[in-house]
Each structure stands twice: as C-alpha cells, then as structure tokens.
C-alpha cells in the first residue's frame, strides 16, 4: 500500500524547533560532561539516529560513539512489552560516562531494560537523553537526565521516528491523526 506523502502530515514539532532544542539539550550536556575524558554516546537504533547524529555535533570534540539495537516493538503503534538485544555494543563501557541517545520515552520499558543492561557493565555513570518522552503512558519510571519535549499520547512520526519503517527521513516530526492510529491500532492487535 503507498504511504502518504511527508506533505500529508503537518508538523507537530517544527524543524526550526527541533534544531534550537538540540541545540539547548548539546550545550547542557556539554557543559555537564566538561571534567570527563570518557564520554561514549550510545544510539539507541533506528529511532535515535537522527537526533544524535544532530546532538553529537553540540558536543565535544573528545567523546566517542557507539550504537545498539533493541527491539520492543512488532510493527504497529503499540509496544508489546518484551524487549532483547538485537546487536550490542562495540566496546566494553566499564569506568566510561555512558550518555544513552533515545529518540522517545513511551512506556519507559525499553529504557528501563537497557539501563539495567548497561548498568551491569560497570560505567563510571550512566545518564538517558531523550528527545521525546510521553509521561502519561509511563510504566516503568526512567531517571532522564536530559529531554528535549514532553508530549501528549500521540503516536509521532519523523526526525527518526518511524510507522512500519517509513518516514524516518521526515525533518520535522508529525502527530498522526487519531483516526490513523485507531486503524493501526486495530491491525497490531
Ligand atoms: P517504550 O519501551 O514504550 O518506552 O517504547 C520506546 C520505543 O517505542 C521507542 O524507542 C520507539 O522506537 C517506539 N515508540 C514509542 N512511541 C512511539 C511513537 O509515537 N512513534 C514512533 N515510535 C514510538
Ligand atoms: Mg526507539
């Protein structure tokens, strides 16, 4: 079945927008990581790419970067609960300050998996960035150091967010029409 094209959806969180609070979250990092010499920046896969790609170029110029893929979700707008490793880091993270790159907190079940995953290797700190984070859906609770917007529950797509694997490669981020969600909602059941 075609999507509909970017055009069909109306931003919800701006370009402009977005990039001034990547901006503002970069430059509360920076300046929070200032005495550390081993920052490693993990993206959280797909979702976060964007976002940190965006995020790293704020930061100093001393941090490395490393990626890993978990997988909650089985389609559909709803997450099903359970959550693995699909890969994992590439370098051990002991005695390192780990900043964890996600693109949205939701149920915090992801979050909560990875944090005590990583905590378990032993990293000088570990704190969570989030673009997005959707209180009212909150399961789990997650220390967020840093969150770019609060936003109501709505299923968001764009600036790495995706619906089945499109529209990561939007600029801006869209609020699906709630009639949109009810229908997916349906076909994930
Ligand atoms: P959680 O475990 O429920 O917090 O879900 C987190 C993951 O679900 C995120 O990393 C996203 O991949 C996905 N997710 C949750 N809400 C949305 C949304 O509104 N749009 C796109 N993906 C979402
Ligand atoms: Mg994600």
């Known amino acids: ?9 109306e931003p919800f969180l ?3 927008e977005i990039q001034a609070k990547v901006a503002e979250l970069g430059a509360a990092i920076a300046a929070d990581m200032s005495d550390s010499e081993n920052v490693v920046v993990v993206c959280v896969l797909k979702g976060a790419v964007v976002f940190m790609a965006d995020l790293i170029r704020h930061l100093p110029q001393n941090v490395t970067c ?4 978990l997988s909650s979700y089985h389609g559909g707008t709803r997450s099903s609960g359970t959550v693995r490793f699909d890969f ?15 693109d949205i907190v939701d149920t915090g079940l ?19 960035c989030t673009l997005l984070h959707k209180p009212s859906r909150q399961v789990k609770e997650v220390p967020l150091a840093y969150v770019g917007f609060t ?6 797509i764009g600036y ?30």
Do not use: C, W
């Open 1 to 9: 079945m075609p999507v509909p094209p970017f055009s069909a959806f």
């Open 151 to 156: 936003i109501p529950d709505r299923f968001v």
């Open 66 to 69: 490393d990626f890993l893929r």
């Open 88 to 102: 994992d880091l590439t370098q051990p993270i002991e005695d390192k300050d780990v900043l964890i790159v996600e």
């Open 110 to 128: 992801t979050m909560s998996f990875l944090l005590e995953a990583l905590q378990a290797r032993h990293p000088r700190s570990i704190k969570l």
């Open 160 to 189: 790495g967010l995706d619906l089945e694997g499109k529209y990561r490669n939007m600029r801006y981020i869209a609020a699906l029409p709630e009639q949109t969600e009810e229908l997916l909602a349906k076909v994930d059941e």
């Open 14 to 16: 701006s370009e402009d």
